[in-house]
């Protein structure tokens, strides 16, 4: 709506009550005065204020604002008494997806099909298996995930392996809300208890198979760590580092050598398809190819290559990339020619010593309490 204000799309807003238009005080009060400076009303109708007309528009805005955060503040704490509640009546929240169970109505029914695949992750893992001889073997019987896919990622097995609902427990709060005036959730990493009861559920598991499996988690993490650490898998290779393929995972380098011509070349190749296997490959195998990344491996030299054309013809003619930079970004001329001002360093480094004095005297102010706390985060 914002944007769409900036655009003069519209000139007037009528919305029901303060609570509607924002969840806090500060962002109704920001909001309305940024929306009037660009000469855009906004009409409450329940409470009758006009943020251009009255004169005490903004006062009564803010009680209203003021007490809508409140409001806000209650029915956070009425959710919270009321997912205790639920909690201890083991209330299943979610959209019910979870391999090995059918949610039917608010219960959860064992899958038989979907719950030897669970079988067999727990088993395999307690057996001394990882991941990728889990996955291998997933897939190779045709096993399906939770959403019907024939590819198996570290992180739905990782995610089946952690779930307390396998054992016939119910695990809340592994999200939470931690500001009521953002309403955004989080992942609960400690900061709140999370709260375990017994399900009415059948397990696919038991207890003691469920902690063993934790516990093997858990050491395996401590050493995959440690390993991280010590061999420092952190690559100085820049292009392992910089280069993220179009299916979004890094790249891995390995190390090509011809014996016949002694000639060692490297080449990056998605590191999903090094875990997965690339398409040909998997075809060989037999295994399904539905969702593999098809990049294509690419050798260092061809990377090197490119790099140097597109680098040169950045750097060998400034003026006409930051132009055309310009025209991408669809500032014109006019920032071309702010541009080429700012190619002077010491321009740059004089308005930086400018800024960083206004920003000063900024936070002075602001100390002093000569200025209100919305004030002082909109200048800075
Ligand atoms: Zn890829």
């Not at 997933?138 to 097995?157: C, F, N, P, R, V």
């Not at 050493?223 to 690559?235: F, L, M």
């Not at 979004?248 to 998605?270: I, N």
């Amino acid at each position: 709506m914002m944007e769409d204000a900036k655009d003069g799309h519209f000139d007037l807003i009528v919305t029901r009550e303060v609570s509607r238009f924002a969840r806090n005080t500060v962002d109704t009060l920001q909001q309305t005065r940024l929306l009037k400076r660009m000469g855009i009303e906004v009409y409450f109708t329940e409470d009758g204020i006009w943020t251009m007309n009255d004169e005490d528009g903004e006062l009564r805005l803010t009680i209203m604002a003021t007490l809508a955060q409140n409001e806000s503040k209650k029915t956070s704490m009425r959710v919270k008494a009321g997912q205790m509640v639920s909690f201890q009546n083991g209330v299943i929240y979610g959209t019910g997806n979870v391999l090995g169970y059918d949610k039917v109505g608010p219960e959860y029914v064992i899958n038989e099909a979907q719950a030897k695949t669970v079988r067999k992750i727990y088993d395999m893992y307690l057996a001394g298996n990882g991941y990728q001889k889990i996955k291998k073997r997933l897939e190779k019987d045709g096993d399906l995930t939770a959403m019907g896919k024939s590819l198996w990622h570290y992180a739905t097995i990782g995610h089946i392996l952690k779930n307390r609902l396998y054992c016939g427990e119910l695990e809340y709060r592994k999200e939470y809300v931690p500001d009521y005036l953002e309403q955004k959730r989080a992942k609960n990493n400690g900061e709140l208890d999370r709260v375990i009861v017994e399900g009415k559920h059948q397990p696919i598991v038991t207890k003691e198979e469920f902690e063993k499996v934790q516990n093997l988690l858990a050491e395996r993490n401590a050493e995959s760590r440690n390993y991280r650490k010590n061999k420092g898998t952190h690559s100085d290779d820049l292009w392992r580092r910089k280069l993220r393929c179009q299916c979004g995972h890094a790249f891995a380098k390995t190390r090509w050598h011809s014996k016949s011509r002694d000639f060692t070349t490297y080449t990056y190749k998605c590191y999903d398809q090094t875990r997965t296997g690339t398409i040909s490959a998997r075809l060989k195998n037999g295994l399904s190819i539905e969702g593999v990344c098809r990049a294509p491996l690419v050798q260092d030299w061809k990377i090197h290559t490119m790099a140097q054309k597109v680098l040169h013809a950045v750097f060998d003619d400034p003026e006409g990339t930051v132009r055309s930079a310009a025209d991408m970004l669809g500032c014109g001329t006019a920032g071309v020619e702010q541009a080429e001002v700012l190619r002077d360093k010491s321009i740059i480094e004089e308005k930086l010593k400018k800024e960083q004095g206004r920003y000063e005297t900024l936070l002075d102010m602001r100390m002093n309490n000569e200025i209100p706390r919305e004030v002082f985060s909109r200048k800075q």
